[in-house]
């Protein structure tokens, strides 16, 4: 005899709290994603909900959905069960807002068009040469431990050698590898900012939907941006503090910071000892032409510390990014980064030295501008075609970002969870600023032509209503 779906739902439900998956305090799906999830009408969901409360598992409570308020053991037991929802509001390190938390799970949706992904597409991983790569390393393998604090040797040399190529002249001490250019803003926040210091960045920016520094006990403080990126003289009291800053197609607004502008930020910089930390993830990704040297590269008094990474222009699996700076810093951050979790995968540093020292990234990222070209043309033709009487937007030189601003009064969130549910996925403006920007990231560097163009036509309708 076939189970009914209620009791299927009971049992479902007891299984993730019995083993731990929603412990007390954890919020239930909502009925009707319970309802889309076993493809029964709602009053179904209804029926076995009751049962549970009445079992004394779970509870209703006003505003704040249905509760696990016991389990199948502390309803035996006499003393009240741990709460992990209160313990995990207890840790130092803040929480991602709702937002950004719901679109880093609505990314790995593979049904949505994906407009918000800040990732390359799967069709330009290159396939065949990281299987060469990975075998060629693999034929080559030694017994092998832990690495150098700093990384390992040959992929430190091999990036120091890359960066010649954007006139950056560093020693491979200089180098220090890390798990992308997050975890080195990471070891930065607790290594080598005092709390209740200040940092700088552009407004709006990628860090305003981190927490990184906030956990850390700094403070953000957006500086207003023209079409050459951060205005220098809108810095002010920068005592105890640092810039933070994106001036290779920055990142949400795609912007490039010409070399003038370089230069005027580095000598304010280091006529005010303001530290600079530099991030040039996107910085290889030029469509047009190639972008002024990085700002390190005019660095004479160790006043810039450097992030890149292959997780933009080669593949985010890896791991692999690096700071570059003064020994005396490089030291300080390789120590926390052992701390942290004993140095990154010694087969990635192998797999990632190969790509850099044989020249198969630079013909990689050759093949990258071109799609990318491609990709960011169909997305303004899109952008042109159905959305020109709502909107307006720069032309990105490179990069994988759009900034579109909206030019009619709309709630920007209600676009997102409207698009969201037409299946297009947009990163709202919002959660990149302190302020109320009509704005929203479109990213072409991810989704299928077809499905940006689709994706556009979508968000066009929703605008029309």
């Known amino acids: 005899m076939k189970t009914p779906k209620y009791k299927v739902i009971i049992e479902y439900i007891k299984s993730q709290i019995t083993n731990g998956t929603w412990p007390v305090g954890s919020r239930l799906p909502s009925q009707r994603e319970l309802a889309r999830q076993f493809e029964v009408n709602r009053s179904t969901v209804i029926t076995a909900l009751d049962e549970l409360a009445a079992d ?14 016991n389990n199948t053991w502390t309803l035996m037991s006499v003393n009240a069960p741990v709460n992990w929802n ?125 927490s990184t520094f906030q956990s850390a006990g700094m403070r953000l403080r957006g500086i207003t941006l023209d079409k ?38 580095l000598k304010f910089a280091e ?30 008094h160790g006043n810039v510390l450097y992030l890149g990474s292959l997780s933009k222009s080669l593949n985010p699996g890896l791991r692999i990014g690096w700071v570059v700076g ?16 004993y140095g990154s995968s010694s087969l990635s540093q192998r797999v990632a030295a190969e790509w850099l020292s044989s020249g198969l990234y630079e013909r990689h990222v050759l093949k990258v501008r071109t799609q990318l070209k491609e990709r960011r043309d169909a997305a303004l033709s899109a952008l042109e075609n159905n959305l020109s009487k709502y909107a307006e937007w720069e032309v990105p030189k490179g990069g994988f970002f759009i900034w579109v601003k909206i030019k009619k009064e709309i709630s920007l969130q209600d676009l997102y969870r409207k698009a969201l549910s037409e299946g297009v996925l947009i990163n709202p403006g919002r959660i990149y600023t302190t302020q109320n920007m009509p704005c929203f990231r479109l990213s072409f560097a991810n989704a299928p032509i077809a499905d940006i163009e689709k994706g556009v036509a979508i968000l066009e309708s929703l605008l029309e209503d």
């Open 228 to 265: 050459q990126g951060i205005i220098p003289e809108l810095l002010e009291g920068t005592q105890k503090s640092v810039l933070y800053t994106q001036p290779t197609f920055h990142n949400p607004t795609g912007i490039l910071m010409e070399e003038e502008r370089r230069l005027e930020l």
């Open 326 to 341: 003064p020994e005396a810093v490089i030291d300080r951050l390789a120590d926390l980064k052992m701390q942290t979790d």
């Open 86 to 210: 209160e313990q995990v509001q207890l840790g130092t390190h803040q929480a991602s807002i709702g937002t950004v938390q719901a679109i880093n799970k609505a990314e790995s949706d593979g049904n949505l068009i994906q407009l918000s992904k800040g990732e390359l597409s799967r069709d330009l991983f290159p396939l065949e040469e990281m299987r060469a790569v990975m075998t060629k390393v693999g034929q080559e393998l030694q017994p092998f431990g832990y690495e150098d604090p700093k990384g390992n040797p040959e992929l430190r040399r091999a990036i120091s050698t890359h960066l010649k190529s954007k006139g950056i002249e560093v020693p491979a001490s200089s180098v220090l590898v890390v798990s992308g250019a997050l975890q080195a803003l990471h070891l930065i926040s607790i290594g080598l900012l005092e709390r209740g210091s200040t940092v700088y960045l552009e407004n709006p920016s990628y860090l305003y939907s981190l």
């Open 56 to 69: 004394g598992l779970i509870e209703g409570m006003h505003g704040m959905g249905t509760i696990v308020v």
């Open 271 to 300: 006529s005010e000892q303001l530290p600079i930390i530099e991030d040039d993830v996107y910085g290889d990704l030029w469509i047009d032409s190639p972008p002024p040297p990085p700002i390190k590269s005019n660095d004479r």
